[in-house]
């Protein structure tokens, strides 16, 4: 048994502990394409009695966008089609406490179609099962982390939203990456992050500092794929809660002023097959399988694929720029910071892949999926690994760049072929919709920049 389901709740411990009072609410919830929690807060007695088994919701959850607007194009729900239910099957297995709420417990749903209860097939959750049970199927199991970095205001959401976003204040100020006195300073809000996740059963390693002035990272160990989805999104969750009960405000926006680096969410990937490492083999090139590098391969080619998955909003894309850390070219190289791909733990048991183009914006579930896609479809061809590139990659031109805006990114995803054989011509339509709603919301908004530019001078 593990550490994490020694610390999980099981449905009797919820039970006993609703009928000695200690619990009284339950968040049932679905996460939606945003990555985000979406759901019903349950009375306790109510959830271990009949709610365990299902609850509804309104399926426009899997077909909005961040302000929760009801875009239209997408094939699955419409106004037309009268925005019916959606069931939400409570995975059992997810249940744990929400130590940072009073007598609060938490379990995640899967999205099932309300009238034959198949899962619905653009459910974040639904998408990564569909490449878990793939990868299942040729035999290996995938394991997986992230890095997740944010920022921390000196100020409250609420204060923050009546005053337009200006100011942004860090909580601190100056560039705090790795810099012990200055996250003292913040240990209010991060120690309840780190201590209140790890009693929810989250297998938190670390909290740092980060390269910029206020920037954290929260780093949770490697796990299984859906697990890693899971801790993710309950931990970007908890960081927003805890920094609000602390009347300070957090952002997971990757790149919220273009003077500052932008915040990722670094993922890290193996295949694992019997117990035993997949990716690695101690008598090649830096302890490099067959298997790890065509998987690697894979990704290489198909990057612009799935990069929406990785970068899903206009701003995500403002954070690819030359000497921030974040990458800019399609390239792997062996513990380089400025590829795109990083080999880490070389020659070790720990051999993995560092996915470095992801934004702190994306959902892991589909983010994990579309590479675990790319990676199948890597070995299923037998790619070939080029050697790894090296130096300074921002200024390597003979790499190829990261698609540099979410219109070319949507494109890429339109015409992918791999895509729509391993997740179904179904789910990549309804998230080419999501790119292009994004985008249309953009074009009809008039911003800052423009008005600064052009009120008078124009």
């Not at 733990?345 to 994990?368: F, H, M």
């Not at 890597?378 to 390597?396: F, H, K, R, S």
Request: proline content about 4%; aromatic content about 10%; hydrophobic content about 40%.
């Amino acid at each position: 048994m593990t550490s994490q389901s020694k610390r999980a709740l099981s449905f009797e411990a919820l039970t006993a502990m609703t009928d000695a009072g200690e619990i009284d609410t339950v968040l049932v919830c679905l996460v939606d394409m945003q990555g985000r929690l979406m759901g019903k807060r349950f009375h306790a007695r109510h959830f271990v009695d009949t709610a365990h088994e299902e609850t509804h919701c309104c399926d426009y959850l899997l077909a909005t966008d961040l302000e929760m607007a009801t875009p239209d194009g997408y094939a699955a729900t419409s106004w037309e089609k009268g925005y019916g239910d959606y069931t939400m099957k409570p995975d059992l297995s997810t249940l744990r406490l929400v130590p940072w709420l009073e007598g609060t417990a938490m379990v995640l749903c899967d999205v099932l179609d309300h009238h034959n209860h198949a899962p619905v097939p653009h459910d974040p959750r639904a998408v990564l099962k569909r490449q878990i049970d793939r990868l299942e199927a040729l035999g290996y199991e995938a394991m997986a982390a992230t890095e997740l970095e944010f920022f921390l205001f000196e100020n409250s959401y609420e204060e923050l939203r009546h005053a337009g976003y200006r100011p942004l204040v860090p909580i601190s100020g100056y560039n705090e990456d790795y810099h012990i006195f200055q996250t003292t300073k913040e240990e209010a809000i991060l120690r309840p992050v780190r201590n209140h996740l790890y009693a929810a059963g989250i297998p938190v390693e670390n909290t740092k500092g980060e390269a910029e002035a206020g920037q954290e990272e929260l780093n949770i160990r490697y796990s299984t794929a859906m697990l890693c989805a899971d801790y993710h999104t309950i931990a970007k969750h908890a960081v927003k809660e805890i920094a609000w009960q602390n009347g300070v405000a957090a952002t997971f926006m990757p790149k919220w002023d273009h003077r500052r680096v932008g915040s990722a969410a670094h993922i890290h990937q193996s295949l694992w097959k019997d117990g035993e490492p997949a990716f690695r083999d101690p008598a090649a090139d830096l302890g490099m399988s067959d298997v790890m590098r065509s998987y690697v391969a894979g990704l290489i080619r198909y990057a612009p694929d799935y990069t929406f998955f990785l970068a899903p909003y206009v701003n995500s894309y403002k954070r690819f720029a030359k000497g921030t850390f974040a990458p800019t070219k399609i390239a792997w190289s062996v513990d380089n910071r400025t590829a795109g791909f990083r080999l880490c733990g070389e020659g070790t048991k720990a051999v993995r892949i560092e996915c470095r183009i992801g934004g702190s914006d994306l959902n892991p579930y589909l983010a994990q999926a579309a590479m675990m896609a790319a990676g199948m479809a890597g070995i299923d061809e037998g790619l070939t690994l080029q050697a790894p590139a090296a130096g300074d990659l921002y200024g390597d031109d003979s790499a190829p760049d990261i698609p540099r805006t979410l219109l070319a990114a949507a494109e890429a995803l339109r015409g992918s072929a791999m895509l729509r054989n391993a997740m179904g011509d179904d789910v990549v339509d309804h998230y080419v919709r999501c790119a292009q709603w994004e985008l249309e919301e953009f074009e009809r908004a008039v911003t800052d920049w423009e008005v600064a530019r052009g009120f008078e001078r124009a």
